[in-house]
């Protein structure tokens, strides 16, 4: 056992500190004339086709409306006319083209005026040739739910008919815009998306005419942007490693993605090492280009806390256990203390090298999450060296 194995001093070693993610995507918009702006002679909505089913022609209506809008001068909206009682059902619908083995994310607004209830609908196709000629997948589970956003507590995403829908049936008050978004992981061999803005007027109650209003829906390709980090305390280096869905290196020759480390670096690596040279918040994003053009990004700052070394804990963040290795002049011992000050541990170091931490204090119950302050200190009582070390669950 020897005390003094390795030799430390004035090296500077790398320790950072996450503290906040952001996001930002970019995505282009798949669908044409998604705030239904443009409108043809008949006043319908360029790009969006239209269907009623159980109702004729004058009990349901498709037209473009400038009393309610998210964005712009107009909506997409469907009227129901009190008359027939028996199903009547009606949607605007656009099928976009889409690639293999990606998510999308498709996101939308309503607005119901005394309508029962609201269907939106998500088909997903291997082919598509008009709303009569198409193949649809028949592989639709809720394992193609990725992720959406946070639905009233009656509400939930689900599958009907090889399509990925909800039925709004009153759950939302009416004249309030509504917005939503859900990700989808289309099934293998799914070619197109189709997008229902779907209502169905009759099957709730025979006798209601009402409308609905639809604006600004969205349909893009996403990829879940993620990364974390970890420090070799040895090496000095902190490794950045892209951890997104679909992994990026999976995506394509004409995707390409780019890290920019925050000190004027930069790396076309999937998985880079870097070391900073000196104290600072440093914000390192890593942005995805999809033929040239800006697809989604995701950013993290940290702090990077250079120091030189009599002892070096590792790894940080630890969530087992932390490796303390030392180079000591005389008898010192180890003490840990919480972020108030509390002394949870304080052992003599001597016999082995490194120490191993294993998170217990002295009485050998295991330390809460949170930020510690590991000391070496001498016999004289000087503090040798003082280090932050974030144990991470
Ligand atoms: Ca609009």
């Known amino acids: 056992m020897c005390k003094y194995m390795r030799s430390l001093s004035c090296v500077i070693a790398m320790f950072l500190i996450l503290i906040i993610a952001s996001f930002a995507f970019a995505a282009p918009n798949l669908l044409e004339n998604p705030s239904f702006e443009e409108v043809d002679v008949d006043g319908i909505p360029v790009g969006w086709g239209y269907i009623r089913s159980g109702a004729k022609e004058h009990h349901m209506f498709f037209s473009v409306s400038d009393e309610h809008v998210v964005s712009g001068n107009y909506s997409g909206r469907i009227e129901i006319v009190e008359e027939v009682a028996k199903k009547r059902e009606g949607f605007f619908y656009q ?124 349909i893009q390709e996403y990829v879940d942007m993620d990364f974390y980090y970890s420090v070799d305390t040895d090496t000095n280096t902190i490794t950045l490693t892209e951890a997104c869905y679909p992994a990026l290196n999976s995506l394509g020759a004409n995707y390409m993605w780019e890290w920019d480390l925050g000190d004027g670096n930069t790396s076309f690596d999937l998985n880079p090492t870097h070391t900073y040279d000196s104290v600072d918040e440093y914000t390192v994003t890593l942005t995805l280009k999809k033929d040239g053009q800006i697809l989604s990004s995701v950013s993290k700052t940290f702090i990077a806390i250079p120091i030189e070394k009599t002892f070096v804990p590792g790894p940080n963040p630890v969530s087992d256990i932390l490796s303390i290795y030392y180079d000591i002049t005389s008898p010192a011992s180890l003490r840990v203390y919480n972020i108030s000050g509390n002394a949870v541990l304080n052992v003599e170091l001597g016999d082995s090298n490194p120490y191993k931490w294993d998170l217990t204090d002295d009485n050998g119950d295991r330390v809460p999450r949170g930020f510690y302050i590991v000391q070496i200190v001498y016999e004289t009582g000087e503090v040798a060296e003082t280090h932050t070390v974030y144990v991470s669950n």
Not at 121 to 144: G, R
Not at 175 to 196: K, L, Q, S
Request: net charge negative; hydrophobic share 35%; aromatic share 14%.
């Open 95 to 218: 099928v976009v083209p889409i690639e293999e083995g990606r998510l999308y994310k498709i996101s939308f607004n309503y607005l119901r005026d005394n309508i029962a209830r609201v269907m939106p609908n998500i088909i997903f196709y291997e082919s598509y040739t008009d709303y009569a000629t198409n193949v649809k997948s028949s592989n639709v589970d809720t394992s193609c739910i990725y992720d959406h956003s946070q639905l009233e507590s009656d509400l939930a995403w689900g599958t009907n008919n090889g399509a990925i829908n909800f039925g709004d049936i009153n759950s939302t008050p009416d004249g309030e815009w509504i917005h939503r978004w859900i990700i989808v992981d289309p099934p293998a061999g799914t070619n197109y998306i189709g997008f229902w803005t779907n209502i169905k007027g009759g099957v709730v109650s025979t006798s209601r005419r009402g409308n609905i209003y639809w604006d600004d829906i969205c």
